[in-house]
């Protein structure tokens, strides 16, 4: 897996310029390249597929194995980290992201599922001026302990807030009821959200 930092994945091109064989490291020019390398040198291997999507507003193309969820596809195709790797059985929510205006687990979404789908991850979400004010009120009530869960918390509420701008606590809460944080953190989360409505729909 490589790490990028934002200035380092903002470079990396939609289109996918490079197949790398995921066993031995080997890279091609093209996709039929790739296939008959597997086919002479891995044929016990699955042949990887390539998923094009829309990814916080940019067109996509990502080169995943057929069974890599979109959880794994995003971290080791793309170095995203912020859609996070906890239960990995659609229990904790973790992993959310918003997939064609709803959100979903990457946990127990497969990558190949995902062609031609619009997908937000909490990157995009952090990178959009018109949320600051959801993740500067999560900073204010410190809505966080050891961060983990937080993204996937953000996430459900950003999902939440596109349907319903001005939600009531118990509409947090229950938006908010497949995220599970160890910490502890639940009481700041709707406090966050309330505050956060309460300004985006002022226009602050
Ligand atoms: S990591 Fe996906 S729900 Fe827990
Ligand atoms: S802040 Fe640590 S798991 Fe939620």
Known sequence: MVLLLAQE??????????YRCGICGRIFA???????HY???HPEAAQPVVVALNLNGKPRELLVEPHWTLQ?????????????????????????????GRAVL?????????????????????????????????????AMQCGYCT???????????????????????????GNICICGTYPRHAAAILEAALKMRKGA
């Open 39 to 41: 086919a002479a040198r």
């Open 151 to 177: 993204p996937g918390f953000l996430v459900s509420a950003k999902a939440l807030m596109d349907k319903n701008p001005n939600p009531t606590e118990d509409e947090c809460r229950r938006a908010l009821a």
């Open 106 to 142: 990457a946990c127990t979404t497969l990558a190949c599922e995902c062609e031609g789908k619009t997908v937000q991850t909490v990157e995009g979400i952090a990178a959009d001026p018109a949320w600051k004010p959801l993740i500067d009120a999560y900073c204010r009530w410190d």
């Open 72 to 100: 794994r596809a995003l971290q080791f195709s793309l170095g995203l980290t912020g859609t996070k790797h906890m239960c990995d059985r659609g229990v904790c929510g973790s992993c959310t992201v918003i997939m064609d």
């Open 9 to 18: 994945y903002a470079a990396v091109p939609s289109i996918l310029t490079e």
């Open 30 to 36: 093209g996709l039929p390249e790739l296939e008959e």
